[in-house]
């Protein structure tokens, strides 16, 4: 069974940096879209970033560019979402999830594993 575990979540003050992780069991997730989502309260899920599964192709929401950065290691089966520059607005649980369907989609319907989250908090 393939389970995804995210760590590195936290307290933050705004303006400081998280990196955090997503390792994947039980499965090589080299052939899969990675992504991050985040949910905060009272929010919908919302997509945040991807990388294909070679890592040459990223994509980043409009909160994201320019502050996140996602990177992948398929050796270790883990990818990871470095933040800086963070706002109180990216408050939230942050989600790892994978798919087996390809590149380019944002819904979180077309992905078919997820982890279980981790809480960020950004405080002013």
């Known amino acids: 069974q393939v389970q995804l575990v995210e760590s590195g979540g936290g307290l933050v003050q705004a303006g400081g940096s998280l990196t955090l992780s997503c390792a994947a069991s039980?499965?090589?997730?080299?052939?899969?879209?990675m992504a991050w989502f985040r949910q905060g309260p009272g929010n919908e899920r919302e997509f945040v970033a991807d990388?294909?599964?070679?890592?040459?192709?990223?994509a980043y929401s409009d909160s994201a560019k320019g502050r996140f950065s996602s990177s992948r290691d398929n050796a270790k089966n883990t990818v990871a979402l470095q933040m800086n520059s963070l706002k109180p607005e990216d408050t939230a649980v942050y989600y790892c999830a994978a798919s087996k369907w390809g590149y380019g989609s944002r819904s979180p319907s077309s992905y078919d594993l997820w982890g279980q989250g981790t809480q960020v908090t950004v405080y002013s």
């Open positions: 039980g499965r090589s997730l080299s052939s899969y879209t």
């Open positions: 990388i294909s599964w070679s890592g040459g192709r990223r």
